[in-house]
């Protein structure tokens, strides 16, 4: 079902322009003067053009013109109503012409459009860097976990070949997932013994404090908010003996978990040394099914062999 819901929201826009063509086809099919009908080819191309961009506009502009000419060959004479065939070549020409040129404006729009956004977002991701880096700057022991966080999230996410707006979503998430510790105590983050439970609950309340923070930025960062909120919790939680409640949490949030967990397992602490590669990618093993989602840890397994390979 999950696999079923990715592939929709991954192909929405497609599948829309898909089922618009074939609902004007179907139609077009019950009507006699087709060629009053030809118009109506405009809005697939239209919605191509302003959700995916000149190609697949074209593309959409090529796929409904060559449909009009099947249409032609099989029902000759629903196109020569009081016209000559000369008169309605002519017409079925301009018409894709006109087609076309709509497909191409509309299209170079949206990439001029998608062009802004995405400096707009590079210049945010990289203020959220630089944050980022002063955050972890300030605790030896925690230097530049959130930037490698960040890294494992997005080759996760990549893996599973998520839609890019949700792999950057993924990724400013992981950038800022611990940007609550801001307001927690250093000198509790950084303790060697162990804490108590009243302190433990202190550093846990930091996922809230950061959510919080995100939230008061506005819409800028409203897709993170809730992945920040959910990444330390369990993929099952059991509810009783006989029954185990499966979460609802964003695959977003499931995928920072195991990044998260991974980092802070290889990683040096004031209270333990890292653990080996190997030893912490079976904790993860361990834990899957459990606190990690299987989906995610079999994609970071594949994620780590590559870089094995690579190295």
Same mark, same amino acid.
Do not use: C
């Given at each position: 079902?999950?696999?079923?819901?990715?592939?929709?929201?991954?192909?929405?826009?497609?599948? !829309?322009?898909?089922?618009?063509?074939?609902?004007?086809?179907?139609?077009?099919?019950?009507?006699?003067?087709?060629?009053?009908?030809?118009?109506?080819?405009?809005?697939?191309?239209?919605?191509?053009?302003?959700?995916?961009?000149?190609?697949?506009?074209?593309?959409?502009?090529?796929?409904?013109?060559?449909?009009?000419?099947? !249409?032609?060959?099989?029902?000759?004479?629903?196109?020569?109503?009081?016209?000559?065939? !000369?008169?309605?070549?002519?017409?079925?020409?301009?018409?894709?012409?006109?087609?076309?040129?709509?497909?191409?404006?509309?299209?170079?729009?949206?990439?001029?459009?998608?062009?802004?956004?995405?400096?707009?977002?590079?210049?945010?991701?990289?203020?959220?860097?630089?944050?980022?880096?002063?955050?972890?700057?300030?605790?030896?022991?925690?230097?530049?976990?959130?930037?490698?966080?960040?890294?494992?999230?997005?080759?996760?996410?990549?893996?599973?070949?998520?839609?890019?707006?949700?792999?950057?979503?993924? /990724?400013?998430?992981?950038?800022?997932?611990?940007?609550?510790?801001?307001?927690?105590?250093?000198?509790?983050?950084?303790?060697?013994?162990?804490?108590?439970?009243?302190?433990?609950?202190?550093?846990?309340?930091?996922?809230?404090?950061?959510?919080?923070?995100?939230?008061?930025?506005?819409?800028?960062?409203?897709?993170?908010?809730?992945?920040?909120?959910?990444?330390?919790?369990?993929?099952?939680?059991?509810?009783?003996?006989?029954?185990?409640?499966?979460?609802?949490?964003?695959?977003?949030?499931?995928?920072?978990?195991?990044?998260?967990?991974?980092?802070?397992?290889?990683?040096? /602490?004031?209270?333990?040394?890292?653990?080996?590669?190997?030893?912490?990618?079976?904790?993860?093993?361990?834990?899957?099914?459990?606190?990690?989602?299987?989906?995610?840890?079999?994609?970071?397994?594949?994620?780590?062999?590559?870089?094995?390979?690579?190295?």
């Amino acid at each position: 079902m999950e696999k079923i819901k990715t592939f929709i929201v991954k192909h929405l826009e497609k599948i !829309l322009i898909l089922g618009l063509t074939g609902v004007i086809l179907i139609t077009n099919y019950f009507i006699t003067q087709k060629v009053a009908f030809l118009n109506f080819y405009y809005l697939p191309v239209l919605v191509a053009g302003y959700f995916l961009g000149k190609k697949f506009a074209i593309y959409t502009s090529l796929f409904s013109v060559s449909l009009v000419a099947f !249409l032609v060959i099989l029902y000759p004479n629903s196109f020569h109503i009081q016209s000559t065939n !000369l008169q309605v070549a002519l017409d079925l020409v301009i018409w894709g012409g006109f087609l076309f040129l709509a497909a191409a404006v509309v299209g170079t729009l949206y990439e001029q459009k998608e062009n802004k956004i995405q400096e707009l977002k590079k210049a945010y991701v990289g203020v959220i860097e630089i944050l980022t880096k002063y955050l972890d700057s300030w605790d030896r022991y925690t230097k530049g976990h959130s930037l490698r966080v960040a890294d494992y999230a997005t080759e996760i996410a990549q893996a599973m070949e998520l839609p890019k707006n949700e792999i950057e979503n993924i /990724r400013v998430a992981s950038l800022l997932h611990d940007i609550g510790k801001i307001e927690t105590s250093s000198e509790l983050i950084t303790k060697a013994a162990s804490l108590t439970e009243e302190e433990k609950k202190i550093i846990e309340a930091h996922v809230e404090k950061g959510a919080e923070i995100l939230n008061s930025v506005g819409t800028v960062l409203k897709e993170a908010i809730p992945i920040v909120l959910s990444h330390h919790k369990y993929f099952i939680e059991e509810s009783s003996e006989e029954e185990k409640k499966f979460n609802t949490l964003p695959l977003g949030a499931r995928i920072l978990a195991v990044a998260d967990g991974f980092d802070a397992m290889v990683t040096d /602490r004031p209270y333990r040394a890292g653990k080996p590669i190997w030893q912490a990618m079976e904790e993860l093993e361990r834990g899957s099914g459990i606190q990690f989602d299987p989906e995610v840890v079999e994609a970071f397994k594949r994620v780590l062999a590559d870089k094995v390979e690579v190295a």
